[in-house]
């Protein structure tokens, strides 16, 4: 089959890799209907060291169940199913307590001779546990939506949730990627009416607004701090949700909440130190955040995305060809392209 291999940073490429077969009883082998490019994957783009031996790439897919393992259960050939960005059993500790991501049985894809999902096809490992079947056929038009569910639109919601965002708090959301777009819909779902997005590209921010962001702040370090202050009576917000990574969007983050606030992250952190001294102790500002446990979030956000009362898939805003995946990643690094859809 077909799939997509990194070599370093800006070398992407389609290749002939193995077809996927079971190895253990608990394996899938999902036909991939959707698949996408996503912010994460541009960090190694950007800086990953040249090598001869490549590495499969690409965490969320959707697709159809061709084979099930002996010991997989509820799931038949010819399902449609979303995998989430972490593959994992859904039945150990630490998945009861809903933190799929520590799971005791589970891992990453594209890892320790795991498929990467920009591919034809994936052998999905803990497949009763890890797959999610979808009530819909395999040319249903809410497939992007869908998609969302493998990993930015949980993530959003996971930074929403673990900043405690209610109708009673305010927010402000750093970030007008694909994450960050995908928090303000998953706050203003959680019902907070004040969401302050701040993000400098205009058709971006725009989705931002229909998702349901109040106002728009293209300014960015003490400018934009001061900026939401001033919208805010002086104070900030009471939720921060950090949907970039890096330490200047940190710093706004711990600028822009209110004392006594939350701050929330969900990028990937791009740096080892932060300001986590005096001034954070003094305001009593909560860090908290994290990898999301997508698997732990499908079901809940499923039955909105099914009646079609969000649609999560409108940050993707051009869709490719597998052949078509190394220009995919030039487009999104280059801000050509919010977020691209792989229809293999
Ligand atoms: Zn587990």
Sequence with gaps: MRA????G??????????????????DAVVRVLRSCICGSDLWPYKSKPASDAGERIGHEFLGVVEEVGSEVSGLK???????????????????SEGLHTSCRHGG??????????????VRVPQAQGTLVKLPVGEDSELLPSLLTLADVFPTGHHCAVTAGVNPRTTVTVIGDGAVGLSAVLAARQLGAERIVLMGRHTERTELGREFGATDVVAERGEEGIAKVRDLTGGDGTHTVLECVGTKQALEMALGVARDGGVVSRVGVPQYEEGPVGPDMFLRNITLTGGVAPARAYIEEL??????????????FDRT??????????????????????IKP
């Design 108 to 121: 990453f894809w594209g890892q320790e001779g795991v498929d990467g999902a920009q591919g034809e096809a």
């Design 302 to 315: 499923l039955p909105d995305v099914l009646d079609g009362k969000i649609e999560p898939g409108r940050v």
């Design 9 to 26: 940073a800006g070398d992407v490429r389609v290749e002939n890799v193995p077809d996927p077969a079971l190895k253990e009883p608990t």
């Design 320 to 341: 490719i060809s597998l052949d078509e995946v190394p220009d995919g990643y030039r487009a999104m690094a280059d801000r050509e392209a919010l977020k691209v859809l």
């Design 77 to 95: 050939s010819g399902d449609v199913v979303v995998a989430p960005f972490v593959w994992a059993d859904n039945t150990c500790d630490f998945c």
């Design 4 to 7: 997509t291999v990194i070599y």
